[in-house]
């Protein structure tokens, strides 16, 4: 009897991730492929960001940073050294860890309003850069041509990187992977001393919890997610611009997150998937009305969230959960005191 | 009986202001010293160095023979000083089992970024240590009988019991002495005394205590010596019974003529 529920679970799983796996068979339009990798790409972002906010309370509005310095670094990499853009995924991921790392120092000293402006003077700092490198950069025009990820061989089979269907899997492997860190990350003792110092800083120092060495690591491997992210969009867009670490993209990575749940698991996926996919279809109501009101329903979904479903969707889902489970408890007639 | 901390000179200024002023007193294993005096004497602010939460503007602190004044709450902590807060300071949004399990001691000497590299990296054991922490940290609920709150979130619990919570997760971290800051405070007489007790119990298990306490039937109850702060200066110290019959102690709580007359 309490073997079910985890055999349950373990179904579920596999059920989802065949579902995964066979998706680009049941959708095979390239433009609605292109959306969903996107949403893979920005779920590893939230998750990231989560990781920060959520998790340890550091209200980091400069994320979109980690996310340029990961595509600029594996495209930059590719196009001047001939670095293989697979080499270039971790290389982004590791050269956006070091800038988080150095991010981690004023989080030691600021915090709430003041950490989240520096955080912005961080970002708006190196998109200027960006902005004004030009030998290195091309400025704000951007980064265009980026090698495609190479093909794989092994042996006689092979798989060559031309299409959505194919960057699909790449990065569904990616959002897998991180999902499987972060949920090991929060769930052990380093995640429980995060939430520690999230919730109370001198309670967590009373019981030997080195607050500022937690800071430092978890923005370091924040970073790091967010740069392969950055990394795996360099080489699927083959366009980087300033633009990318702008304001904006990490108010888009902050709305998906909170609309899907801070804090949990399940809510920066749901939030990623959700709003990307609204993002999209509002596109069609743009061109009707002639008006850019993506950012206003967002603000709204925002203000909604906080407002009536502080815990995001996943709250909701996890209710719902709950109502079902109670009901068919409710059913059997065993209802425990 | 070995001393187990011991105070020189302790000073400490905030400003222009002088909260600590050369405040030496010696602590012996095992004994329940306790710390009183009128509200705003400097009690806190000497746990606070003590537990090396502040830095001390003069003086020094040895504990276990062993300087450990400005070394850091946590670096403190490591050495064998828990404490618990005036006002709770409790992680809110974790379980009462994830608050306590935080604290189990062998967690935190690695580190965070070995700790990083072994939750991602290292294959399950089979949860071997994660039982052996999970054992201290129940076995630490049932001891401040706060077990059937295990899995609420730590901010749905009764105020009364949050500080047995504190409680709980600074026993967890095994310390050699720990520092109460008013564990009675906003407690109703019944609750008083169930404290008293709690602190006698964990007293039992060898842990040297170090108190401060408004609540007289509490200090007088359990303490084996009585230190009073005023002003920031120690002025009286010995036997609970000798010390509440101070003159000194008496003035400092009733103030004196000159006092009444403003």
Redesign the interface.
Known sequence: MSANPAVRNRLGLVLVLVLLVLLPRIIQDRYHLHIIVMMGIFTILTLSWNLLAGYTGQLNLGHAAFFGIGAYTSALLAMNTGLSPWLGLPAGGLVAAFFGFLLGFPALRLSGPYLAITTIGFAEILRLVAVNWVDLTRGSLGLSGIPLLTPIEIGSWSMKFYFEKDYYYVVLAGVLLTIF?MR??V???????L??L???E??????????S??K???FT?SAFFAGFAGALFAHFSRLVSPETMALHTTFDILTMTMVGGL?TLLGPVLGAVMLTFLSEWLRYFEDLIQFDIRLVVYGLLLILTILFMREGLAGVVKWIADWIRSALKGEKGGTPS | MTEILRTEGLTKYFGGLCAVHDVTFSMKEGEILGLIGPNGAGKTTLINMISSALTPSRGEILFKGERSSGIGAHKANLLGIARTFQIVRIFSKLTVLENVLAGVVDRRRKGPWRLIAESIFKPRDGGKAERTALETADRLLDFVEISRYRDEKAENLPYALTKRLEMARALATDPALLLLDEPSSGLNPAELNGQIELIRKINGQGITILIIEHVMKVIMDISDRLIVLHYGEKIAEGQPQEVYSDPQVVEAYLGDETDASH
């Open positions: 860190c090991r990350l769930r052990s003792e380093f995640g429980v001393s939430q520690a999230r919730d109370d001198p309670g967590a120092q009373s019981i030997g919890i080195n607050i060495q937690y430092l690591a978890v491997v804090g």
